[in-house]
């Protein structure tokens, strides 16, 4: 009898344990607009209620305007995320335009959470993303019109305008909130800083070639 109720406790412990990591891959309601005023800490955004829900929660308007490439960059970026369109929360989606000035530069970056797709509606764009370790292995296309291109989550990318008009992108990502990583701003701009003697150390450069970098972030 022992045994016995030994092992009904252990396939009741399974059971309770299974449920507590289980979750649902699809949405439970309608929709979950982001109420950005509430105190409730959660994965994403919390919910208000939905007999609150208006039109505009699921609206934005604004990607008709071009954005001010006048930056060293050449580059405007306009994100259209939970916190533009509160609407999208827990749809796993979002959208961005990027407008490029001629010779401008989207520099290599990666977005933790989402991949990314973009369509070329103006211009002409060199794009490219690295695969991962152990073969750093660059995949690189030139973008005309119409074109579209995808980079796969998680992976280095870049786009650069490579004519002499300005160039426009709508890109889609498979997340509310798919975060940036500019690896520049990450490794020479971080706060505080890293070491000067570590970067120099892992790029085989002279710490004055490492402070003059940190400089420019």
């Known amino acids: 009898m022992m045994k016995q109720s030994g092992h009904m406790i252990s396939l009741v412990a399974l059971t309770i344990c299974c449920f507590a990591f289980e979750s649902e891959s699809k949405p439970l309601q309608d929709f979950c607009v982001a109420d950005p005023n509430s105190s409730v800490f959660v994965n994403g955004m919390a919910c208000k209620n939905p007999i609150q829900a208006q039109a505009n929660d699921f609206y934005f308007s604004g990607l008709h305007l071009r954005g001010n490439t006048s930056n060293p960059l050449g580059l405007m970026v306009q994100p259209v995320s939970v916190t533009q369109l509160p609407g999208l929360n827990t749809l796993g989606i979002s959208l961005v335009q990027i407008d490029f000035a001629p010779w401008g530069i989207n520099p290599p970056h990666t977005h933790p959470r989402a991949t990314e797709i973009i369509t070329v509606l103006e211009g002409t764009l060199q794009v490219g993303f690295v695969t991962s370790y152990p073969e750093y292995r660059l995949i690189s296309k030139v973008l ?13 990318h870049f786009q650069q305008n490579v004519g002499n008009k300005s160039a426009v992108v709508i890109g889609a990502l498979s997340c509310q909130n798919p975060g940036a990583i500019f690896v520049g701003n990450a490794v020479f701009g971080s706060n505080p800083t890293i070491s000067s003697d570590i970067l120099a150390k892992a790029f085989q450069v002279d710490n004055k070639v490492v402070d003059l970098i940190k400089s420019k972030f």
Do not use: E
């Not at 005309?144 to 280095?156: A, E, I």
């Open 144 to 156: 005309n019109k119409g074109d579209v291109f995808v980079f796969p989550v998680g992976l280095v």
